[in-house]
């Protein structure tokens, strides 16, 4: 295995605020890696640096071995957190979009994924619901054959009876030689998936850890282990 996501004394501030202090991280390709931690320690700070989309305040973070960049860009499928796309499109038009500005985007899997959760190919996103608009966004990005896919919070607004089938969806979309990181509070529904677990708290990495070494050696679940390592 090669090492698709390293990230060495990264931090972000923004003004005053450091929301991520000196995280070294380091992650292996063919990897399930959950992302876990409260609000506001610096989960979707850290997806963003990794998408370019925000500059380190100081350290460093290398994807596939090269600063964040169009040419990263390339070979990582992001899911933002909230809607990215034009509200007047359509299912149809979205796919469109994808297929025309990503060289990586495979059709047929988009195709059959709307099909099997049953999204109308012409509705507009703004007419869709706050659920319809997620399965649309994470049908698109995981139909990308990237390299590494980074999914902020991918079942957030997302109805029960839909999660195992998207859950299956990130564990089967995606090649075994790409890694996914996704941070999510649904722990206890997504851990079956994982293979690792990143834990951070306030912007620092807490623990990182093998999801079957803290079962075996710590005999917890890692939602058990959650619960305690953020106890009020």
């Known amino acids: 295995m090669s090492t698709i996501l390293e990230c060495r004394a990264l931090k972000k501030r923004y003004g005053t605020k450091e929301a991520l202090c000196g995280v070294d991280l380091t992650l292996e390709t063919g990897r399930i890696v959950g992302l876990l931690g409260p609000n506001g320690s610096?989960?979707?700070?850290?997806?963003?640096?990794?998408?370019?989309?925000?500059?380190?305040?100081?350290?460093?973070?290398?994807?596939?071995g090269k600063k964040p960049s169009p040419e990263t860009n390339a070979v990582v499928s992001y899911l933002p957190e909230r809607i990215a796309l034009p509200l007047w499109m359509t299912a149809q038009q979205a796919?469109?979009?994808?297929?025309?500005?990503?060289?990586?985007?495979?059709?047929?899997?988009?195709?059959?994924?709307?099909?099997?959760?049953?999204?109308?190919?012409?509705?507009?996103i703004r007419a869709m619901s706050k659920g319809t608009r997620e399965k649309l966004?994470?049908?698109?990005?995981?139909?990308?054959?990237?390299?590494?896919?980074?999914?902020?919070?991918?079942?957030?607004?997302?109805?029960?009876?839909s999660r195992d089938y998207i859950l299956r969806t990130i564990l089967t979309g995606y090649r075994e030689d790409a890694t996914v990181l996704f941070s999510t509070h649904l722990i206890a529904d997504v851990e079956a998936v994982l293979d690792?677990?990143?834990?951070?708290?306030?912007?620092?990495?807490?623990?990182?850890?093998?999801?079957?070494?803290?079962?075996?050696?710590?005999?917890?679940s890692v939602d058990q282990l959650f619960r305690e390592l953020f106890a009020y």
Do not use: W
Request: with cysteine.
């Open 42 to 64: 610096g989960k979707t700070t850290l997806i963003k640096l990794a998408c370019g989309l925000l500059t380190p305040s100081g350290g460093e973070i290398r994807i596939d």
């Open 95 to 124: 796919m469109d979009f994808y297929g025309n500005f990503y060289a990586d985007f495979r059709r047929d899997a988009a195709e059959d994924m709307v099909e099997r959760l049953r999204l109308e190919r012409t509705q507009t």
């Open 137 to 161: 966004q994470l049908i698109l990005t995981m139909a990308r054959a990237a390299k590494l896919y980074l999914l902020d919070e991918p079942l957030g607004g997302v109805d029960p009876a």
């Open 196 to 220: 690792e677990a990143v834990f951070l708290r306030e912007g620092g990495v807490l623990l990182h850890e093998r999801v079957d070494a803290i079962r075996e050696e710590r005999g917890k």
